[in-house]
């Protein structure tokens, strides 16, 4: 999944979770700000989902939040952050490369991936991109629609 379908999906479950949303919505972009940099531009992972693609970087990252933060930034953190890795692990069904979920207390055979975004791009399959379409559109509606209804309740006071 790429940007479109991360915001799309995070705010769908904050909404579902009703938890902050610009917590979720930050948390969505985390693991691909730290990871793809990491890859691209320093080459130090054989692939752009890791470190930060994993339950430890997600418990860490959460338990930071919520000090920092507070608990009700953090849930929304931790709600994003999942529905990230869970866009991810969806699209690794239709597309080269995996999450390395457990890593590093489990071990796995790494996929070789991508190098920066022409060659991320070229992994992804027309399944996952109607798949990042549908669900981009269908983030465009929840928030055009909320946008209304707010709209509407603040008029009707
Ligand atoms: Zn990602």
């Given amino acids: ?8 999906a995070a705010l769908l479950a904050s909404r579902a979770f009703r938890v902050d949303r610009h ?3 930050l948390a969505s972009m985390f693991p691909d ?20 693609h994993t339950g430890l970087v997600w418990a860490v990252t959460t338990g930071l939040v919520c000090l920092w933060k507070g608990s009700t930034f953090g849930k929304g953190w931790f709600v994003g ?12 069904y239709l597309n080269p490369g995996r999450i390395y979920f457990w890593w590093p207390f489990k071990r796995y055979r ?21 798949l990042e379409l549908a669900l981009s559109l269908l983030g465009i509606w929840v928030w055009f629609r909320k946008e209304r209804d707010y709209v509407k309740l603040e008029g009707e006071e």
């Fill in 33 to 52: 700000v730290i990871d793809k940099p990491v890859r691209w531009l320093f080459r130090l992972t054989p692939n752009d989902r890791l470190p930060a």
């Fill in 23 to 25: 917590a979720s919505l």
């Fill in 81 to 92: 952050y999942g529905s990230h890795l869970c866009c991810d692990q969806v699209n690794a």
């Fill in 110 to 130: 790494l996929h070789v991936g991508p190098t920066g975004v022409h060659s991320s791009l070229q992994d992804f399959s027309r399944a996952s991109l109607l």
């Fill in 1 to 8: 999944m790429i940007l479109p379908g991360h915001l799309a």
